[in-house]
């Protein structure tokens, strides 16, 4: 009989615990734990001991310092400012260059739309590294493509300013153009999601009421994709502000985002008080537009 | 609506070409027989035949295989669970909490799981002495955690389209709730289950962030072995092996995409044949 209890617990308890418990406990664990860790380290001193960090002793318990650099130090208040200024370039270059292709995307023959979001999804499933890696190829000194831009600056302008290459690695530039080639799919994906979606009528009837076809765009189309637009400008925004692959690439070491300096001052500098710090403030910054994005997300739920 | 929409396709000719050109841009430079990455100097396949015949680069590629086959596995297991719990159980105690901890590492930048990773791994290794070297284990698993939400999110969606109404009938015919799960449920998520495998083993395979912060000595996995030469700068041989791996994954995925399309286009005449005989 015990055998029969056993089973009817796992019925109505014990499945239900095993379904919800294993992946909660395994988040809480490797996720939850490590951040917390983090956040605690955030108001640890920075010892030369190994692991290089202390709480108490004589050192005091809660240390602000790192918090107080952050906030006073030239340095990383200038990281977060490039950070945030590169993220939000390549963001609304994305919307600039994504709105119009998810908008063709939706007025193609429905073949030729499938073979096209393939093209879209396709860069997702190759490796981002070699993404980045193929522009390093483009835009080196040598590269066809430079050479191409440089003829055409030379061709275009006075003699006196004619240049052998145009300087684009190790630019702000060139982090911003890498960022919006990356980052393109998820702004192009999420736009279309909600520009599929809208009756083509409503255009219609705007037209023979005798809107024009800008006017169209305006009053009809732009204010109903407005949640894609939200959600694909979260979803450049908030891994093009923590970047660290593109920015170490491509990018000026002496004007580093947030992301390098974070992994210099954990991994060179070793002080990870401070490399936590930094961590923190930068997600605080994170969390408006995250909240942003659910709440238009919910919205747009509620009224699908 | 009859009119030709120009400019929209002009701009979608253009976003492709962006899209594509330094993709093939690499895959030319990847016969150049010069050393110069950038300089043409003629048509050869030198780098390939230096590239197979190369250690470093095989072991390095085996290691990632094996990390992103276990990670995947594990992440589909407890991704699709929490998938499911979240699609189903929608009171329970915590579950604010859980869905948090669901969305958190999607929003999560890299930089910051990989430190903490890092700094717990180290913290735990000197409290309780595991692990003891960092490698094989702790990338797996870091990847398992950070690609297993990406599960969740595939398999959440496709539960909540599901039809409920055939997992209600076998539970009033008596099924227990695990047969229902294995008779019924998951043989309808399948399909999810299965791109959510895919999609958490080419997560795995790309990392570089995570698993440069949780990766000890000697265990280096392809992008990292590829992210430490990229960094000197561009050279013929990474053209050649970015372009096998760029072709043999484009490859696979539009293969994958024919076959899932297929399946699911037979699926549907099956329900409408279906409907017709019970209508």
Same mark, same amino acid.
Request: aromatic fraction near 12%.
């Given at each position: ?11 109505r ?20 734990? @490590? ?12 010892? &030369? !001991? ?9 050192? @005091? ?8 650099r ?22 609304i270059l ?11 995307l !939706? ?20 490796? #981002? ?21 440089t ?7 006075p ?57 169209? #765009?305006?009053?009809? !189309? ?50 990870? &008080? ?9 997600l ?21 | ?33 010069? +050393? ?5 100097? %003629? ?23 094996k ?6 596995s ?34 999560m ?24 070297? +960092? ?28 039809? +409920? ?10 099924? +227990? ?8 449920t998951?043989p ?28 000890g ?26 372009t ?12 994958? %995409? ?20 019970? %209508?």
């Amino acid at each position: 009989m015990s055998g029969g209890r056993l089973s009817r617990w796992f019925d109505r308890k014990g499945w239900t615990a095993l379904l919800i418990g294993a992946p909660y406990l395994w988040l809480v664990l490797f996720f939850l734990l @490590p951040f917390l860790i983090v956040v605690a380290m955030s108001v640890a001193t920075k010892t &030369p !001991t190994a692991p290089p960090f202390s709480f108490g002793g004589e050192h @005091p318990v809660v240390n602000l310092d790192a918090y107080g650099r952050v906030l006073t130090d030239g340095l990383y208040l200038r990281a977060f400012l490039t950070s945030i200024t590169n993220a939000l370039v390549a963001m609304i270059l994305c919307l600039l260059i994504g709105y119009p292709m998810a908008l063709g995307l !939706t007025r193609v023959s429905k073949g030729w739309r499938n073979i096209l979001l393939m093209l879209v999804i396709l860069p997702f499933w190759t490796s #981002f590294l070699l993404r980045v890696y193929a522009w390093m190829g483009m835009m080196g000194r040598n590269s066809w493509f430079n050479g191409l831009l440089t003829d055409s600056w030379n061709f275009l302008v006075p003699l006196d300013w004619a240049v052998r290459s145009v300087p684009m690695m190790h630019t702000n530039f060139a982090v911003v153009l890498v960022m919006v080639y990356t980052y393109l799919p998820f702004m192009i994906l999420p736009l279309y999601a909600s520009l599929e979606r809208l009756d083509p009528v409503l255009d219609e009837a705007a037209m023979d009421l005798g809107s024009r076809p800008w006017q169209v #765009f305006r009053d009809v !189309t732009l204010p109903q994709s407005i949640p894609g637009i939200v959600a694909g400008g979260m979803l450049v925004f908030i891994p093009a502000a923590g970047e660290l692959v593109i920015p170490s690439l491509v990018g000026n070491a002496s004007s580093p985002m947030i992301g390098r300096l974070i992994s210099d001052e954990f991994s060179s500098a070793r002080d990870w &008080p401070m490399a936590s710090a930094v961590a923190v403030v930068l997600l605080v910054l994170m969390v408006v537009p995250t909240m942003l994005y659910s709440h238009f997300q919910a919205k747009s739920e509620g009224s699908k | 609506m009859n009119r030709r929409p120009v400019f929209l396709i002009t701009v979608l000719c253009f976003g492709f070409a962006f899209f594509y050109i330094p993709i093939l841009s690499m895959i030319v430079y990847s016969f150049n027989a010069s +050393r110069l990455a950038t300089v043409w100097g %003629g048509f050869s396949t030198r780098w390939y035949v230096s590239l197979l015949s190369n250690d470093q680069v095989i072991n390095a590629l085996v290691l990632s295989l094996k990390i992103a086959f276990v990670s995947a596995s594990v992440a589909t297991i407890l991704g699709t669970m929490a998938g499911i719990t979240l699609a189903r159980f929608t009171k329970f105690r915590g579950r604010m909490v859980f869905s948090g901890l669901v969305t958190a590492p999607l929003v999560m930048p890299e930089v910051i799981t990989g430190i903490s990773s890092l700094i717990f791994f180290i913290i735990l290794a000197d409290w309780i002495g595991w692990p003891g070297q +960092r490698g094989f284990t702790t990338i797996t698993l870091a990847h398992i955690t950070f690609s297993m939400v990406f599960v969740t999110i595939i398999v959440q969606s496709r539960m909540l389209q599901m039809d +409920r109404t055939i997992e209600e009938a076998a539970m009033d015919l008596g099924s +227990r709730p695990w047969q229902v799960m294995k008779d019924i449920t998951l043989p309808v998520i399948s399909p999810a289950i299965v791109s959510g495998w895919l999609l958490a083993f080419t997560i795995s395979l790309d990392d570089v962030v995570i698993t440069s912060f949780t990766t000890g000595p000697g265990s280096t996995t392809l992008p990292l072995l590829i992210w430490s030469k990229v960094k000197l700068g561009v050279t013929p041989d990474i053209n050649a092996l970015a372009t096998l791996m760029v072709v043999t994954v484009g490859i696979g995925v539009v293969a994958a %995409g024919i076959i899932l399309n297929r399946a699911e286009r037979r699926r549907l005449i099956e329900e409408r044949m279906a409907h017709e005989r019970d %209508g």
